[in-house]
């Protein structure tokens, strides 16, 4: 038990969410705005779910630093996450790279994001400090983490998941001992190593670390005054513990929150267009891995006020219908027909429409008679009457952004240039 008795760790803990990151891979998604602010799910967007893990675990005090086209992402937690009390011994912290340190210095790596805003981190007095990715889609209690991390007395404790090794290369990938002790760390590796026992399967890192504040502090103001380092977790403070310290490896599998009698860990990147919209229509699915009705473990967001979804127009080829589908609210379905498909807020699909197989962003206009089948579309796209989308690859290829799995992304600019 922890130094106050019965109290959860988790009240000593402040989370700093790592949040600056473009997410390239995502393509013209990221254009206006980071990974973590991306939309997710109907009602969230990413950076909810790392966020949601906290508050769920216990974490009161939460630090979330940015960088890339910021606006959005502070504009959602300042909407959606302002719910913490400071006389509750409550924080939420937004921390934009501000050169704070040097008039010419952005945060340089994920440690630097850190170590830049080490005096504000310090002032809350905290023991742990849980560093947390923004942009990973996943459920966790957190406090299972950091009892592992007091009774193992690890330096550092790093959460990671089994991967099969042929998708793993692109991770950082532990090799540990039977006993969970962490011998290599190796950045992206082209021959990940194996897991004991499991010669399929390599360990790769989530990306989550808990350390005692003071043993990080320490870290970070030793790793800044290093010329060769590129001050980041993955490649210079996690290797040099593991080398020098105790490095302690967490399975995800002992602190997934599952929903009911599920089985499987849940845990998506989402960083490419395909896997995006895969997530994205596997909400779809009649018994889904990623359970969002589950009230005991929550995933909290800004929640806009919006009329209930509407279906109205009853003809035989006007019928306002959805089948498999998730509708947010403030939709309206116009004699329109959705089969398999994810709607944020406020779309709208007007008459004769056949949308199949799509992810919807909040505010998109369908105009009528448009068909549309394996998209994602923009925020705010307005889809022009009897468009065509999912049926010809090759003429899809060149109006919009098109993946290898045949998903075309659809964004304005992509539907202005088709009048030019």
Not at 160 to 185: A, K, T, V
Not at 397 to 418: C, H, N, W, Y
Request: charged share 25%; aromatic share 10%.
């Amino acid at each position: 038990m922890s130094a106050a008795g019965n109290e959860p760790l988790a009240r000593q803990a402040l989370a700093f969410v790592l949040a600056g990151g473009r997410g390239s891979r995502l393509l013209e998604l990221t254009d206006r705005r980071a990974k973590p602010a991306v939309y997710f799910g109907g009602k969230s967007r990413i950076i909810d779910f790392a966020l949601s893990n906290a508050v769920n675990s216990g974490i009161r005090r939460i630090a979330v630093a940015t960088q890339y086209k910021a606006h959005s992402l502070i504009r959602h937690l300042q909407m959606g996450w302002n719910f913490f009390r400071p006389e509750r011994n409550e924080s939420f912290d937004i921390l934009p790279a501000s050169q704070r340190v040097s008039e010419s210095m952005w945060y340089v790596g994920t440690a630097d994001a850190i170590y830049q805003n080490i005096d504000i981190i310090e002032s809350h007095a905290c023991r742990f400090i849980v560093v947390l990715a923004g942009d990973h889609i996943y459920k966790m209690d957190y406090e299972v983490m950091l009892r592992q991390h007091v009774d193992s007395g690890a330096d550092v404790t790093v959460g990671c998941l089994e991967m099969p090794r042929e998708e793993s290369s692109g991770f950082g990938i532990m090799h540990i001992d039977e006993n969970g002790w962490i011998q290599q760390f190796l950045e992206k590796p082209k021959d990940p190593p194996p897991m004991p026992g499991k010669p399929d399967v390599s360990l790769a890192s989530m990306g989550i670390y808990v350390f005692n504040a003071k043993f990080l502090f320490d870290e970070l103001k030793r790793d800044a005054e290093d010329p060769n380092s590129n001050h980041d977790f993955g490649k210079d403070i996690i290797p040099y513990i593991v080398k020098n310290g105790r490095a302690m490896a967490h399975q995800f599998s002992t602190s997934c929150v599952r929903s009911g009698s599920d089985p499987r860990a849940y845990w998506r990147d989402a960083g490419t267009v395909d896997a995006y919209w895969a997530a994205n229509i596997d909400l779809t699915d009649v018994v889904p891995e990623l359970d969002l009705f589950d009230r005991a473990w929550p995933i909290w967001s800004y929640a806009e006020i919006t009329p209930p979804a509407k279906f109205v127009h009853d003809e035989e080829s006007r019928r306002g219908q959805a089948v498999s589908s998730l509708v947010s609210g403030g939709c309206i379905i116009s004699g329109a027909s959705l089969r398999r498909s994810l709607l944020f807020t406020g779309v709208r699909i007007n008459s004769y429409a056949n949308v199949e197989n799509a992810v919807i962003m909040p505010y998109v206009n369908v105009g009528r008679g448009a068909r549309l089948k394996n998209v994602v579309i923009d925020r705010g796209v307005e889809i022009p009457e009897g468009l065509v989308i999912g049926e010809d690859p090759e003429f899809d290829a060149k109006r919009f952004r098109t993946t290898e799995l045949g998903i075309s992304l659809v964004t304005q600019p992509m539907i202005d240039r088709l009048n030019t």
